[in-house]
């Protein structure tokens, strides 16, 4: 399973080795016989007759050679990815809470605050990192991830709600929430086909954002300012709702790879890799959220 993230890439659920499975023709009961069965051609755990996850227990009875088998535990469920989320996604709040308690952010602690911030930010950065490039998911780098990146969070909002408007830390969230909400409810109801296109959309798209974030960001240190002023004023409104709707584009990969995981029967240490896309994601798009409202109110 891959992260849908613009930086992390993970192996995805599809029958041609493309990504999560998109464009695949779901079988219908009593349709394709075995030499046609998506999950028994494409699984990519199921290589040979030997392989333990060649049974996917979530198809349809008939397409599982013609017989009934017995469903296998060790597979991925949606209360799997629920738990890891949760689990990471609670030690992103209680860090942030915890930094926003510890790390007074008065102007005579102000540097200091803002240095532990940047370097657990670099950290959360480089567990991410070694994670993207390990083969199967680590609960500690993943955990790890998620408290040091708390810890940036929790500075960076303690700042922004005294020195910029207060309040808009609880607006945030409830915008984070509100587009995860919404993501999710427009999947579920197909209003969203993911597809190849979709994805390449958005990848282009990301890395077309990323790009020129790092180009106004490295402006903004050798020219002082805001660099070319894509975080500020009109074009900072712009481009904060440009990030935001391409996190809730992630947020609806996230939901198709997780599903695509389901489906194939991955096994259930997946479900920390998808946790972990996920809460990429929210991160994202807080960040965005927070940016965009500050600067509204800002401008108020």
Known sequence: MRSSNPVFSRRGFSRDAGYAGFNAQQPQAGGPAVGTNPYATGNPYAQDAANPYATNPYAPQDTQLGAPQQARGNVMTIDDVVSRTAMTLGTVVLTAVLSWLLLPVDPANLNKSYGIAIGAGLVAMVLSLVQSFKRKPSPALILGYAAFEGVFLGVISAAVSTYIADGVVIQAVLGTMAVFAGVLIAYKM????????????????????????????????????????????????????????????????????????VTYGAPREEAWLAAFGLTMTLVWIYLEMLRLLSILQGDD
């Open 190 to 261: 197909g209003w969203i086909r993911v597809t190849r296109r979709f994805y390449g959309f958005v990848m282009a798209a990301a890395m077309g954002f990323v790009i020129l974030m790092a180009v106004n960001l490295l402006f903004s240190i050798f020219g002082g300012g805001d660099g070319l002023g894509f975080r500020s004023g009109g074009l900072g409104i712009v481009f904060g709702i440009v990030g935001i709707i391409l996190g809730a584009c992630f947020l609806a990969l996230d939901f198709k790879q997780v599903e695509d995981g």
